[in-house]
């Protein structure tokens, strides 16, 4: 910005120069400003338009007022001023609320993570309680047959079954704990 102002300021010492020669001031300054908002029409819209706007407002002031030269600078830097510190402060607003949004969408992403994990572990750990119950109960039931009916064959049937299933459940609780490691580092 402060480049903008000081080449516009170096140009209005120009065509202070070109005003002695006979060239009516505010058509070549203005005509100047012009050509200095198409270059920069590419790079900067609102500035462009801004430069545009000046040259407007210098034919004006050039029509109605011999002392031209003088009210020119002067106009031209405080709307380019003006400009500026109202574009600046669209920027910052802009960019503090994207800041704030960035930041209140980390927080819910994070409340929305740690509560999935929390079920996910609950879930697990309910189904490994209601496997051990359901085996316990299997168990119990078998010995309490057995007690019950003294037959030998079938309480040492009943024992190896109850040995395989004992060996069958640890497995299966091995297995759901190590699933359970490798899904919960995953998220």
Same mark, same amino acid.
């Given at each position: 910005?402060?480049?903008a102002i000081g080449k516009l300021v170096e140009v209005y010492d120009v065509f202070l120069k070109k005003a002695a020669s006979g060239v009516g001031p505010h ?26 706007? *000046? ?29 500026? *510190? ?9 960019? *503090? ?8 969408l980390e927080t819910e992403m994070k409340r929305a993570g740690v509560a999935k994990l929390k079920e996910i572990e609950k879930t697990r750990e309910s189904k ?55 899904? *919960?580092?995953?998220?």
């Amino acid at each position: 910005m402060r480049r903008a102002i000081g080449k516009l300021v170096e140009v209005y010492d120009v065509f202070l120069k070109k005003a002695a020669s006979g060239v009516g001031p505010h058509f070549a300054l203005s005509n100047h400003l012009r050509e200095y908002a198409a270059n920069f029409a590419e790079k900067d819209e609102e500035l462009a338009t801004e430069l545009n706007t *000046s040259a407007q407002t210098i034919e004006d002031i050039g029509k109605h007022n011999k002392d031209f030269v003088v009210n020119a600078r002067s106009q031209v830097i405080v709307q380019l001023k003006c400009w500026y *510190s109202e574009s600046r402060k669209q920027f910052k607003q802009e960019m *503090s609320d994207i800041g704030k949004r960035k930041t209140q969408l980390e927080t819910e992403m994070k409340r929305a993570g740690v509560a999935k994990l929390k079920e996910i572990e609950k879930t697990r750990e309910s189904k490994k309680e209601k496997d051990f119950r359901k085996r316990m109960k299997l168990l119990r039931e078998g010995i309490l047959f057995c007690k019950n009916h003294a037959a030998s064959e079938l309480t040492d049937y009943l024992r190896q079954m109850l040995v395989q299933m004992n060996i069958l459940g640890e497995e299966s609780t091995r297995t759901i704990r190590e699933a359970g490691k490798v899904d *919960s580092s995953s998220y």
